[in-house]
């Protein structure tokens, strides 16, 4: 840590020092007098305990002197061991369930701990490597990216409990609050250590053109750009049997696990009824169609049958770096089901071209981590970009469909719920052609983020663009924005006047929520070779 980091970090501080010490503590917390050690446990029930298993993680077991860093990682620890020991708890809540829905969401959850408990491994390998003079100029981005995620996936766990009586939730929701508390304290903990003005790495480029950069190969080139036939795939999916598989779950499930290099799968032209589940396991693999309306994956999973959100998806993406190409997702359950995803995305560092995303509510399921659209067509009634992820969406092409009577068409919805988390949506160049009276978006949570920038507007854009979630809900707390909008809808005159709403952003403020700038895109972009633009288009 620099010396003038140190004196910042000292400046935050110092009022809670005051605080602290003018405070009656417990005998634990009078051992202690680093105040970073109280705040890693701040708000947890046991806080006793907290502290004791904190300090049973730190160098050297002593208290006082540790510098920041290694509170940091000891924190971090701590949490994981929590998050493992809530997740053997959900053996025992699978006893206790009583519905199919309850059951789903009890699985939903074991799934969703083992994201967070992934997350916070990496952030902690990320900080190791840090310690071991690791130069990486976007080790900020990564630990932000991911201690975003590891906060926000106890929520949908909880989620997956609507429709039910709700008693085992009360149960599985006391095991989850404390990991939620310890999550959250240390993602407000590295923010706050990390507030010196950003500082792009040495070149980190300006670019505002779509290009392929010079450091992509070019193998990755070929990916992106020739036809299939063309390439080099490592496995062909034929539903005429012509292929190695005729599914293409098969294809996946075959695909190595772990793998550190781009594993090229290929679906032929046709309709793919399955429903696609690709695990966390399958990194780095590449999804190839022969185009929008040719290779379509399809099911009809959706609420009304019993399933969670979570688990409608037709196509569900899980792996590290997972890109796909001409490809359609589809779910055809209707406005009557509700719920229906056709894409979920956990997947970090992923990129979607040229693919279409066709359902009603809930079409894109964009749930946690970075990604990428690039040229994509995205279609549905209520809420049909949703989620808590990172996500730029560039040159794309926004469609509404027939909503239920008395519903209301609203594009976004956004679910950041802490301050301290880097997501949101950012809807760049693209078009919004509404055919029924739309709104841009709605916060679904408290700290909901969505920006629409030199985007195009039909006229069916309603003239207060935001819609409220109910009464005055996040109104103060959102950031929403719009940046050189243009066509009949994009008129600010009557917009919300809510306090979150920047009816006019700058052109600097626009730059935060660009490609190299809010998800990190330079750092991993260029090695998918998918088009893209870096920064504000001219």
């Known amino acids: 840590m620099t010396p003038l980091h140190s004196f910042v970090c000292s400046l935050i ?36 305990a907290c502290l004791a298993n904190l300090k049973s993680f730190l160098d050297n077991h002593n208290v006082v002197n540790q510098k920041p860093d290694s509170i940091l990682r000891a924190a971090l620890k701590a949490t994981i061991n929590e998050t493992q020991l ?28 083992d994201f967070s408990v992934s997350e916070l491994a990496w952030s902690l390998a990320e900080m190791k490597e840090i310690r071991a003079g690791s130069q990486n100029p976007h080790s900020q981005g990564n630990l932000k ?35 939620t508390q310890l999550i959250s304290n240390v993602l407000a903990l590295y923010t706050q250590l990390h507030i010196l003005p950003f500082k792009p790495p040495r070149n980190y480029g300006g670019q505002t053109n779509t290009f392929f950069p010079k ?125 229906g995803v056709a894409l979920r995305v956990d997947s970090d560092q992923s990129a979607f071209y040229r693919c279409s995303m066709e359902g009603y509510q809930d079409t894109l399921y964009a749930h946690s981590l970075r990604q990428f659209y690039r040229e994509c067509s995205i279609s549905g009634t209520i ?59 709605r916060p679904w949570k408290e700290y909901s983020r969505t920006v629409f920038m030199n985007t195009y507007m039909s006229s069916m854009v309603q003239p207060q663009g935001w819609l409220e979630w109910y009464g005055n809900f996040a109104l103060s707390t959102l950031w929403y924005g719009e940046y050189r909008n243009y066509g009949p809808g994009a008129a600010l005159s009557g917009r919300v006047r809510w306090p979150g709403y920047h009816m006019a952003m700058d052109a600097s403020t ?29």
């Open 86 to 113: 809530a997740m053997q708890k959900f053996t025992k809540f699978a006893s206790l369930s009583s519905t199919s829905r309850e059951q789903i969401a009890i699985e939903d959850c074991k799934e969703l701990l």
């Open 215 to 339: 450091w992509m190969t070019k193998g990755d080139k070929e990916l992106m750009l020739a036809s299939p036939e063309g390439m080099h795939v490592d496995v062909v999916v034929a539903l005429d049997g012509s292929g190695r598989f005729r599914s293409i779950s098969e294809a996946i499930n075959d695909a190595p696990d772990h793998s550190i290099r781009r594993y090229v799968i290929y679906a032929k032209r046709g309709v793919y009824k399955e429903n696609i589940d690709m695990k966390k396991k399958k990194t780095n693999i590449m999804l190839i169609g022969d185009g929008i309306g040719a290779t379509v994956i399809t099911g009809d999973r959706n609420f009304m049958q019993g399933w969670t959100t979570f688990r409608t998806a037709t196509v569900a993406v899980s792996g590290k770096g997972f890109i796909a190409r001409d490809i359609t997702f589809r779910n055809t359950a209707g406005p009557q089901s509700h719920q």
């Open 145 to 179: 990216a991911w201690l975003s995620a590891a906060l926000s996936n106890q929520d949908t766990c909880l989620e997956g409990f609507e429709g039910t009586n709700r008693h085992l939730e009360t149960f599985i929701k006391g095991s989850l609050t404390q990991v």
């Open 383 to 441: 809420d049909f970009i949703f989620g808590n992820g990172a996500a730029v969406l560039q040159n794309c092409k926004i469609y509404t469909r027939e909503p239920l009577p008395l519903q209301k068409v609203t594009i976004t919805a956004q679910g950041r719920k802490n301050p301290n988390q880097n997501t949101g949506f950012s809807i760049q160049d693209s078009f919004v052609y509404a055919t029924k009276p739309t709104y841009l978006g």
């Open 13 to 48: 501080f110092l009022p809670f020092i005051i605080l602290v010490s003018s405070q009656t503590l417990s005998h634990q917390e009078q051992t202690i007098e680093n105040p970073l050690i109280l705040q890693a446990c701040s708000n947890i029930r046991d806080r006793n």
């Open 510 to 538: 626009a730059d935060s929520f660009t490609v190299r700038r809010f998800i990190d895109g330079l750092a991993w972009l260029p090695a998918t070779g998918v088009t893209f633009s870096a920064g504000l288009s001219n």
